[in-house]
């Protein structure tokens, strides 16, 4: 499913994840869920070991800030820092993937 | 009256133990060890608290039923590796307030591979819900990020953190209680195998199993510690930033002030060594580098000990039993501060800081403490 359900505020311009139930920025008590789905990877790393996944291929993750200023955690597919990246929610997991190559 | 830490130790850290050790039989190691290092029986006990991931389903009280302490004074933290200045925090005020003489202060876990596993990917509901499912494999990729984020801003390269890690080793061969103590080459560190870029398997802790335990007592029979001011700020940045400042830069002027000394007096340092970037962030934060230059800092003040830091080795050499993380580093500054420290002994050492920290909320953690202590007798 294309795009990603993050945190917003209904009275200031604040976005964040995960979910909040009062603004952290102005501290209203309304909160709603937002819909993203473009940002742009700010680092990457390639996860070689884990406890308890010997054996599994490595997993490459990123640090996204997505369009709306919430920085959120998601798996790359073909997509390394500095990319603008689409965002998609797939069983649960965030992931992105690159929409053009940083030049 | 003055609250003072009149008792220290550590269940000895293994990396596999027997089928018979269990988290409470680590945790009641640690405590009689402590008993007796404070010079105290178990009626003389009248508060405990307790830092344990797999203590449950057990609590506190549970751990206070199997010791047969009658308590006043009673705390669970689930705070990692902020739990244990946590527990001081509120046990130093309890005692100077009356309501108990002397707290027993606990932390440790027996973590076997599918218990530590768990505990990583259901370390909170968003760990639970939006990390484990990409799934990151615990937290040392979100940490990888943070540390490239941090070589950026302080134009650092791997051998930096290498020095960080080969320092705390060093450290280590003369800590007999450290389970990681043959010398570490920044060779070695750098050929490394790599567990998420740019960290390495010296860049995490190695998992053990053990215990950690203090004493805080109204009253001194042998050898002691006074706290000279403790401060913490959790949720300092409502993780809306990039990690590379805790809430210690916040209340590091509240600390030096309130305990009339600075950086510069500090004659033994632990900070929480999660990742050799999260204890210089610490170090920074605490104005241990007022200038921001990190990398004179490492060579200039740690790798010379100039300044020494996590004289035990840390965590990075001597292991990271669970909760205990947090408390063994107070345990170690306490220690030299009584100068029982033998081979590693800083000197004279009369005053020191330990900085506590964790609890990843999502990106980075959201708890931070410190404490600056000085020997009374």
Redesign the interface.
């Known amino acids: 499913m294309r795009g990603i359900t993050i945190s917003g505020c209904e009275k200031c311009d604040w976005r964040g994840f995960p979910h909040r139930y009062w603004c952290p920025a102005c501290g209203s008590f309304e909160t709603r869920d937002v819909v993203v789905d473009t940002g742009v990877v700010e680092q990457a790393t390639e996860v070689r070991r884990a406890a308890g996944r010997a054996g599994d291929s490595p997993v490459t993750i990123g640090s996204v800030r997505t369009d709306g200023g919430a920085q959120i955690i998601a798996r790359l597919e073909g997509a390394a820092a500095g990319d603008s990246v689409v965002l998609h929610t797939e069983e649960g997991a965030f992931v992105a993937r690159a929409i053009q190559r940083a030049t | 009256m003055q609250a003072l830490i009149t008792g220290t130790a550590e269940s000895p850290y293994v990396r596999h133990p027997g089928p018979e050790v269990t988290t409470t039989t680590v945790l009641v190691d640690a405590a009689r060890r402590a008993l007796a290092d404070a010079g105290l029986a178990p009626a003389n006990i009248d508060g405990l608290g307790v830092a344990s991931f797999s203590l449950a389903p057990d609590h506190a009280i549970d751990l206070a039923v199997r010791l047969g302490l009658r308590v006043r004074w009673l705390m669970d933290s689930a705070n990692g590796g902020a739990s244990a200045i946590e527990m001081l925090q509120h046990a130093v005020r309890a005692v100077e307030a009356g309501d108990a003489r002397h707290v027993l202060l606990v932390a440790g876990d027996r973590l076997d591979?599918?218990a530590?596993?768990r505990l990583?990917d259901e370390y909170n509901?968003?760990t639970r819900?939006?990390?484990a499912?990409?799934?990151?494999?615990?937290p040392?990729?979100?940490f990888?990020?943070l540390t490239?984020?941090h070589m950026a801003r302080h134009q650092l390269g791997r051998e930096e953190y290498g020095k960080v890690a080969v320092m705390q080793r060093s450290w280590a061969g003369a800590n007999p209680g450290a389970v990681y103590r043959d010398p570490l080459s920044l060779e070695e560190y750098l050929r490394a195998?790599?567990?998420?870029?740019?960290l390495s398997?010296f860049d995490c802790v190695p998992?053990v199993t053990g215990a950690d335990a203090i004493v805080v007592s109204a009253e001194a029979s042998g050898s002691a510690v006074r706290i000279r001011a403790l401060k913490a700020l959790h949720n300092y940045d409502?993780?809306?930033g990039d990690g590379l400042a805790t809430g210690l830069r916040k209340i590091a002027p509240e600390l030096w002030r309130e305990s009339g000394l600075g950086p510069a007096d500090m004659e033994v340092v632990s900070v929480y060594d999660d990742y050799p970037a999260m204890a210089l962030v610490q170090l920074e934060d605490l104005g241990f580098a007022d200038d921001g230059d990190i990398r004179r800092l490492i060579a200039e003040r740690l790798v010379t000990r100039d300044l020494p830091v996590n004289t035990s080795g840390g965590q990075l050499s001597a292991g990271q039993a669970g909760a205990a993380g947090g408390m063994h580093g107070l345990v170690e500054v306490v220690t030299q501060l009584r100068s029982a420290a033998g081979a590693r002994q800083i000197d004279g050492a009369r005053v020191g800081l330990v900085s506590g920290y964790g609890m990843v909320a999502?990106?980075y953690g959201a708890c931070a403490n410190v404490v600056v202590l000085e020997k009374v007798t």
Request: aromatic fraction near 6%; avoid cysteine.
């Open positions: 591979p599918g530590f596993v990583v509901s968003v819900d939006s990390l499912p990409l799934p990151t494999g615990g040392n990729a979100v990888a990020m490239q984020r195998p790599m567990v998420a870029d740019p398997i998992v409502n993780q809306d999502y990106r």
